[in-house]
Structures are given as C-alpha cells and as structure tokens.
C-alpha cells in the first residue's frame, strides 16, 4: 500500500504552460519535502515544508502544504525544458521519509 | 566533499546468488536509508539507521539484510537474489530529524537479476 499518491502519473506540455502536480496521504506528517530527479542520478531537494497551509516559492515554483499536513501541491508556472525531470514527494514520519509515486514531467520546446 | 558514494554502479546477478551494496558518506551523518526505485511506484524504504550499529525495517525489508558497522559506511546485502528484486537501489542519509536537514541521495545501482 503506498501511503502517498502522486498525480499525474505523467504530464507532457508545451513550453510556458502552467502545471499543478499533486501529493495525497491520509497520513499526517511532520514536514513534507519535494525532490527533483534527473536520469541516472539520485533526487535533489528542492523545497521543505513544515507547517499545515504554508506556502513557499522558489522562482516559478511554487510549493504548498495543506492545512491537515496529509497534502501537498507543486504548481509550476510558465514552464520550461529545464524543469523536465521527475517530481517526488516524501513526507516525514518519525525517523523516516516516505516518497510518493512520483510525477514524471516533460516540456517540450 | 564526495557526499553519497554507492558502489557499484551496476550489477547483473543470477538467481539465487548473493551481493552487497555499499554505501559510504562523508558528512557525519547520523542516519541513512536503502531505498529500492520501481517504475510508477516512487522510492520504497528497505531499511534505515539512526545510528552506528543500529537499523531497522522499512516498507520492503523481506529478502535484504543490512548492517551499519561504522558510522559512514551502510551497507545492503542480497543473500539469495530474486528476479523481483531487479530495481535500482539508491542509498541516502541526513543529519537528524529536523526539517532541515534534507536527504542526500548517491547516484544507485542498478541491479539486474536473471
């Protein structure tokens, strides 16, 4: 049973598209992180989320934390060939990190 | 700073042989984690440490054992490799527990069994 469930699956678009990607447990977590991962190499962070409804951004990222601590959304504006790359979410419980499905993502030019 | 090393990068094994993964790191990190990576299912726990000489089980601990006998080194063993164990094994750690301390991945190892 996964505990997190990513959707979409997958998401192909044209450059400068806006993107919403999704992230749903019925688990409550302490923070939640998003990775990036790019063919043949291990996931890089890109954001970390703590408190239920925060909302962060990072440039044309932007990142949210439901108020249960169960959700959480990565919505990508103006996309570009550079953010292709597979999305995973991992939400923290206790001493490990749990990784959802993963959203695999292509911009075409 | 190398960060994560896994070794080796690649593995083609028979069924009902065995191997080891290693993982080495070079932060001084307290905990580190095996994750396996199956396409359309995210990375899956195996087993983690929270410290030398401690582990514990994961989401899918059956057919691994792992050890972590000094603090940089955790290493992953196969005793008897199944077909359904081909996957890619990625090795992470962190500092602790907190927010901010995020994980750090090697590169994997994609392991093949016939």
């Known amino acids: 049973t996964q505990l997190l469930e990513q959707s979409p699956q997958f998401l192909s678009i044209q450059e400068g598209e806006n993107l919403t990607v999704y992230c749903n447990s ?78 695999r993502l292509k911009v075409l030019a | 700073n190398a960060g994560v090393t896994q070794t080796p990068k690649f593995r083609v ?27 359309g299912m995210g990375l899956r726990l195996i087993h983690y440490s929270v410290g030398e000489g401690t582990t514990a089980k994961g989401e899918v601990p059956d057919g691994y054992n792992v050890s972590r006998l000094k603090k940089q080194n955790f290493l992953l063993g196969l005793e008897s490799a199944a077909p359904s164990q081909t996957s890619v094994y990625f090795c992470a750690s962190n500092r602790d527990r907190g927010p901010d301390s995020p994980l750090h991945f090697g590169n994997g190892t994609r392991l093949t069994v016939t």
């Not at chain 1, 302490?30 to 989320?49: D, F, I």
């Not at chain 2, 042989?17 to 290693?22: I, V, Y």
């Not at chain 2, 990190?29 to 994750?35: A, F, G, T, V």
């Open chain 2, 13 to 39: 094994l028979k069924t009902g042989q065995s191997m080891t993964l290693l993982c080495a790191q070079d932060m001084n990190h307290e905990y580190m984690y095996w994750y396996r990576q199956d396409p």
């Open chain 1, 26 to 103: 019925s688990s409550v977590f302490s923070s939640l992180q998003w990775y990036r991962q790019e063919p043949g190499e291990g996931p890089v962070l890109l954001v970390t989320v703590v408190t239920g409804g925060e909302v962060k951004k990072l440039k044309r990222l932007t990142f949210q934390f439901g108020d249960a601590r169960k959700d959480s959304s990565l919505h990508i504006t103006a996309a570009q060939p550079g953010d292709t790359g597979l999305y995973l979410c991992a939400g923290a419980l206790g001493y490990k990190y749990i990784f959802g499905t993963g959203t």
